[in-house]
């Protein structure tokens, strides 16, 4: 899922009163329409190894660094404006495509 930015409402929109009993029942049919729009996506399969995997797919594990290899890492990882985690995924899936390991 994307993340857009709020429609612009109409200035008829505005104008318009509406009573809560017609917002809700409105509300209450676009929520309906969303949910069946999605429910009737298909999945759409990953084949490029450079798509991010889903966190759920991810195996969480522990490293334990040096403080200041650590620090060296917590930089790289800041100059690139990601995360460690990322930072170290990066560096280590370069070294395996070099044939390193």
């Known amino acids: 899922m994307s993340i857009t930015k709020k429609p612009k409402r109409h200035?008829?929109?505005?104008?318009r009163p509406m009573n809560d009993r017609v917002h809700?029942?409105?509300?209450?049919?676009?929520?309906?329409k969303a949910e069946a729009f999605?429910?009737?996506?298909?999945?759409?399969?990953?084949?490029?190894?450079s798509v991010k995997?889903?966190?759920?797919?991810?195996?969480?594990?522990l490293i334990r660094f040096d403080p200041h290899l650590l620090r060296k890492v917590?930089?790289?990882a800041q100059r690139r404006g990601i995360s460690r985690s990322?930072?170290?995924q990066y560096?280590?899936?370069?070294?395996?495509?070099?044939?390193?390991?």
Do not use: C
Request: no cysteine; proline share 6%.
């Open 38 to 49: 999605i429910a009737g996506a298909k999945e759409v399969p990953v084949k490029d190894s």
């Open 53 to 61: 995997t889903p966190k759920a797919e991810r195996q969480p594990i």
């Open 86 to 88: 990322a930072w170290i």
């Open 74 to 76: 917590e930089e790289a």
């Open 11 to 15: 200035t008829s929109d505005i104008e």
């Open 91 to 101: 560096v280590l899936s370069v070294a395996l495509e070099k044939g390193e390991g």
């Open 24 to 32: 809700a029942e409105e509300t209450k049919a676009n929520e309906t």
